[in-house]
């Protein structure tokens, strides 16, 4: 619900910041700590440098910095060197990611390219990879102070700071003599301590290992210094790194969705050439017999780890092992933080494929047991590991830790507070990680498009760096800054301007250029509608009498009403609300987004409306004048969309709408609630301007209607409109009944008996077939058997079969015939590009698919049930094909494709999969596992997520907002169906086929789906040809080499007939897999607009 406007926290009550130029950023990440400290303290005496420094940390942390400033004056701010007899040193090892990386570039200035989300968006993370021999081009900055400036002001009221960045890439060793070096030349013959954060840790460790003289010096003459402590440091490796050198983990997603200029797997060659990384792998003598062949490189499957790095990695667990001056109690302590979801251990399901195990013993990056040091003191923190180096009372516990060995800030035993973990003791992908990848690509597009940034979208970019840093370090919730933000900044320029009325009279006198109001199916006028169809010499009822007038969900009816001397309005549109009683917001939504297309096609700048479904009980007036309005908007954004593009307008937006109150009392409460609509402006496509008009006819005044000539041009976005012949199968028993339109004329029906053994058999023997000569066989017969022969003349591409669920069971696409006038012969598959539609459904049913652009969003779903007897390796295989698929796409080509993959009964809870396709407005959803349909509950036939759960159409889509096509590889197996030995061809079809019209059902255009179990391996191919034929126009033998050559270039996107008939020729000589793909839907359905150059390669 909508709010009053509320006061803001008092550390937020400041003026928003102004635009930080890029350079600047750079300049603010690049500065040492002294400097950053001095500017700190300049803030109040200088209001810009306040408005840089605000934006860089963002407010709550600027202002957290600011209150420790104030409540404990900072001595130690002074250039490192100078020297404070009263100081001890200290010296912060970051963790892993924890410090700046800089590149050189003309003149012998450096950037910083970690983290720096402009030179990511724009240039990739290549300049990242480490190559042997050629270390030399990447330079180290600072310690990153958005993580860990309070760590240091902290810190620094009690001793001399000194952050030491390193680079988190390079064999830890490096930075373990870098450390080393720093201690000699700056810091000689001085007691020092280290604190180190995670990885830190592990380089002071093995800094001792290699320099254990100058590690019994640090103690200085009177034992001030040579202490460690080590915040939640990996000291025998961490199960994440698993995560991350098999690209699960959300730090290099969401690098692969930041850089626009590598797919996810060249992310991942490049992230994998840190040696850093392997040396973090959980140690050997932590592992089992069964986890410990995460050292031998064929445990990696595909995935691009080094063996030369796995060796590495094992040398150095060796090392720390039998270095006894590692672990010694008396000098080093642990602070662990704890009750956080941890990885604690895993499966090897496969080669490249892992299940986690999760424990609340750990900091959400560490466990216990891959953490804690034998016999090494050990304090215990409910923190995540990311904000162990920030949290009040670790820093308060490092301050008596290091004065006096021991501290009563910190509890010595581990409290678990939250009780429960993950599904089945798994790790499971959290649906946020899915949701930030989308945000980040969005943010790294803008981006790179080069334009001139605003103060919001400069704060943007900061904070999702900072979502970056933070997420490296390994906080909870890494997003919170950027989750403060607006998902996307909505200027001026991009609302459509649009004022809301609010009037109060009778119906009929309201005076505009059309009137819309809804009419529930079945139902009797409501009064207002009973009264404008008296106006109308009741011409609603007697349409209604003779089925003239639908209201179906989402229909509308244009009636003129001119020379009606009792209706004021110029026009009525009657809008369908579907079954009364079940009104919700999401459909009058859709129902509003219908009604404005219609009328801004028909040049209507303005409409007056009443606000329906209030009455019914469904929902609140608020919620439904929030829905109208959404649905209003919902309408425009297209159209904005083409216009930014440079195409043509489609319609006019609208400019005015004026609501109908149906007495005072809905007047005043109206009244309210657009008032907070227009002073909350929640509705990023719309600028709501209100005005309340008193109830008085006669102070109306709308202004006169203007029109212009539509234009004839067909826009760009649409495909072709359907011409092949449309043949219509009907069955009653033994006798098949056919029928077909053909180029407008109606043949007439045809009858055929046939025995009834013989659908079932020949389906069958075709399901079976595994030469080219068996299919030709029994494709004949089938043609000759069942099909008239006249009709055979009719056949061409594309061709439509309207179908029932009886003759639906047929496995029509490998029926073929011979003719005279074509040399090969026809199948209706491969060459007549055959597309099955459901004769209950030849009108569409409910459903809103995003708009048909360059933009494309898809959701991958795989082998997503826990059980092992309904697990499919090759339904995972197919999944990651089609996320490579789509990403070489996206690399060739240019096109906005997000993927979003779900892959795995780890990935796959029921409840976040529906959370992800209500709130993604996916353009496909592609699902590879069990199906499961159910004759005597039709509606509920769907996807098997594990015993007893199921996924269906009805729960799936209840939102109204469908994908433009789900591809659903999910076979009909008799392991999901109790009681049911085997399935027969037929059957599984008319399986297929339930479950394709439950989908249609909920407003699903195109379902592509296998009517029998198909080959693993040429499942993954024809899923890679069809959306490469798709998408592009390209065979994906093509695209492959292309992508392996980084070569660029346009595409021409294929109907889904053409993209389909080329992927069942691709594999039609290698069994039956291709006859067993059917397609419900429009042949000449396009995934994505067509572009207006061809493809040259």
């Known amino acids: 619900m909508l709010n009053a406007k509320k006061a803001s926290p008092e550390r937020h009550t400041v003026a928003p910041a102004k635009p930080l130029p890029a350079r600047e950023s750079e300049a603010l990440a690049d500065l040492s700590w002294p400097l950053l400290l001095k500017k700190l303290q300049a803030t109040p005496a200088q209001p810009a440098l306040e408005d840089s420094l605000r934006t860089y940390f963002g407010d709550e942390e600027f202002g957290v910095l600011q209150q420790m400033l104030l409540a404990h004056p900072y001595r130690s701010g002074q250039p490192m060197g100078a020297r404070d007899v009263d100081l001890v040193d200290v010296v912060l090892l970051p963790g892993i990611m924890g410090s700046g990386l800089l590149t050189g570039r003309p003149g012998g200035q450096n950037r910083p390219l970690w983290v720096n989300l402009l030179r990511i968006a724009t240039e990739g993370i290549g300049a990242l990879k480490l190559v042997p021999g050629q270390e030399g081009g990447i330079g180290v900055g600072e310690t990153d102070t958005r993580i860990y400036a309070r760590t240091l002001l902290s810190l620094g009221q009690h001793w001399r700071m000194h952050p030491l960045a390193y680079d988190w890439r390079q064999d830890l060793g490096q930075a373990a003599d870098r450390l080393a070096d720093f201690i000699r030349t700056k810091l000689p013959q001085r007691p020092v301590h280290l604190v180190a954060h995670s990885m830190g840790g592990l380089v002071a460790r093995l800094f001792i290992a290699r320099h254990p003289d100058l590690w019994q010096s640090m103690r200085g003459s009177d034992s001030k210094g040579g202490r460690l402590i080590m915040l939640g440091t990996p000291n025998y490796g961490s199960y994440a790194m698993v995560q991350v050198l098999s690209g699960a983990e959300k730090l290099v997603r969401w690098l692969a969705k930041l850089d626009l200029r590598n797919s996810l797997p060249e992310v991942l060659k490049i992230l994998n050439t840190f040696e850093a990384t392997y040396q973090l792998l959980p140690a050997p003598a932590k592992l089992s017999t069964e986890t410990g062949v995460l050292y031998q490189r064929g445990t990696w499957g595909d995935h691009p780890v080094s063996e030369q790095y796995l060796a590495s990695a094992h040398a150095l667990h060796t090392l720390l092992a039998k270095s006894a001056a590692t672990i010694d109690p008396k000098r080093m302590i642990y602070i662990a933080g704890c009750n956080r979801r941890t990885l604690a251990g895993l499966d090897v399901v496969g080669p490249g494929e892992f299940r986690y195990h999760e424990t609340l013993q750990g900091d959400g990056r560490v466990p216990f047991e891959l953490g804690l040091l034998p016999e090494m003191p050990t304090y215990y923190v409910d923190e995540d590991h990311g904000s162990l180096p920030r949290n009040e009372l670790v820093l308060k516990a490092i301050t008596e830790l290091l004065n006096y060995g021991h501290t009563s800030a910190l509890p010595q035993k581990p409290i678990i507070t939250r009780g429960g973990t993950a599904r089945d003791g798994y790790w499971h992908r959290p649906i946020g990680e899915d949701l930030m990848g989308t945000k980040l690509e969005q943010l790294a597009r803008r981006a790179a498009a080069g334009s001139k940034f605003t103060a919001e979208e400069n704060a ?114 009657v809008a369908g609300m579907g079954e009364e009683g079940r009104f919700t917001h999401h459909d009058l939504r859709y129902l509003m987004t219908n009604v404005t297309y219609a009328l801004t096609s028909l040049e209507y700048t303005e409409f007056a409306a009443v606000v329906v479904g209030t009455q019914a009980g469904t929902m609140s007036e608020e919620r439904a004048v929030l829905s109208f309005l959404q649905g209003v908007c919902d309408a425009l954004q297209p159209t904005a969309k083409l216009n930014s593009d440079s195409r043509r307008r489609s319609g006019v937006p609208l400019e005015r709408i004026t609501i109908v109150a149906r007495d005072e009392v809905q007047f005043n409460s109206l009244a309210l609630t657009l008032e907070r609509i227009k002073d909350d402006q929640p509705l990023d496509g719309l600028h709501i301007r209100f005005e309340q008009i008193p109830p008085d006819p006669a102070a109306l005044h709308v202004p006169e209607s203007t029109t212009r000539e539509s234009t004839p041009n067909r826009p760009d976005d649409l495909p072709a409109s359907e011409a092949g012949p449309r043949i219509t199968i009907e069955r009653d028993g033994s006798r098949f009944r056919f029928s077909a339109l053909v180029n407008g004329a109606v043949i007439p029906v045809r009858e055929v008996d046939v025995q009834d053994f013989f659908p079932n058999s020949i389906s069958d023997r075709l399901m079976d077939s595994a030469t080219r000569e068996e299919q030709e066989t029994y494709g004949h017969l089938l043609t000759t058997a069942l099909f008239p022969v006249d009709f055979q003349e009719l056949l061409a591409e594309p061709l439509t079969f309207i179908l029932d669920r009886d003759t639906a069971g047929m496995p029509w696409e490998m029926a073929c ?249 691709l594999i039609a000589h290698q069994g039956s897999t291709w006859g067993a793909y059917q397609h419900y839907g429009q042949a000449n359905d396009l995934l994505v607009a067509q572009q207006s150059e061809d493809f040259a390669p």
């Open 817 to 1065: 015939f011979s003719h005279d006038r074509r040399r090969d012969t026809q199948y209706f598959g491969p060459q007549l590009q055959l597309t099955r539609q459901f004769r209950t459904m030849l009108s569409p049913k409910p459903g809103l698919p995003p708009p048909r652009n360059h933009d494309l969003r898809v959701l991958v779903v795989a082998d997503p049930a826990p059980e092992p007897k309904y697990q499919l390796p090759g339904a995972r295989r197919e999944g990651r094909a089609v996320v490579q698929a789509l990403s070489r796409i996206k690399q060739y080509s240019g096109l906005d494709i997000d993927v979003v993959e779900r892959i795995g009964d780890a990935e796959c809870d029921p409840l976040e999969i529906l959370a992800l396709i209500l709130n993604g407005n996916f353009d496909v959803v592609h699902f590879a596992g069990h199906g499961v349909f159910n004759t005597q509950r039709p509606g509920y036939g769907g996807w098997v997520f594990g015993e007893n759960r199921t996924l269906s159409a009805r729960e799936i889509f209840q939102a109204r907002r469908v994908p433009r096509l789900v591809f659903a590889n999910a076979c009909f197996s008799a392991t999901v169906s109790s009681g049911h030995s085997a399935f027969t061809a037929e059957e599984m079809n008319r399986n297929l086929a339930g479950v394709a019209e439950a989908f249609f059902e909920r407003g699903v255009r195109n379902y592509i789906g296998t009517g029998w179990p198909v080959n693993d391996v040429l499942a993954v191919t024809f899923a890679q040809e069809f959306y490469a034929q798709a998408l592009l126009g390209l065979d994906s033998t093509k695209l492959k080499q292309y992508s392996q050559d980084s070569k660029q270039g346009k595409g021409r996107p294929q109907t889904l007939g053409r993209a389909l008939a080329a992927a069942r020729t």
């Open 460 to 573: 943007e970019v900061l904070a999702a760096e900072d979502a970056l840093m933070r997420a490296a370090a390994g906080e909870e919730r890494p997003t919170r800054r950027l989750d403060q933000l607006r998902t996307m900044p909505v200027t001026a320029a991009s609302r459509y301007p649009i004022t809301v009325a609010l009037i109060c009279q009778p119906i009929t006198t309201v005076k505009a250029k059309v009137l819309v109001l809804g009419r529930y199916k079945g139902a009797p006028l409501t009064k207002r509608l009973a009264q404008v169809d008296e106006a109308l010499d009741y011409w609603i009822s007697q349409a209604s009498d003779h089925a003239m007038l639908g209201s179906e969900l989402g229909q509308v009816a244009f009636i003129p009403g001119r020379n009606k001397p009792n209706l004021a309005a110029k026009a009525v549109l």
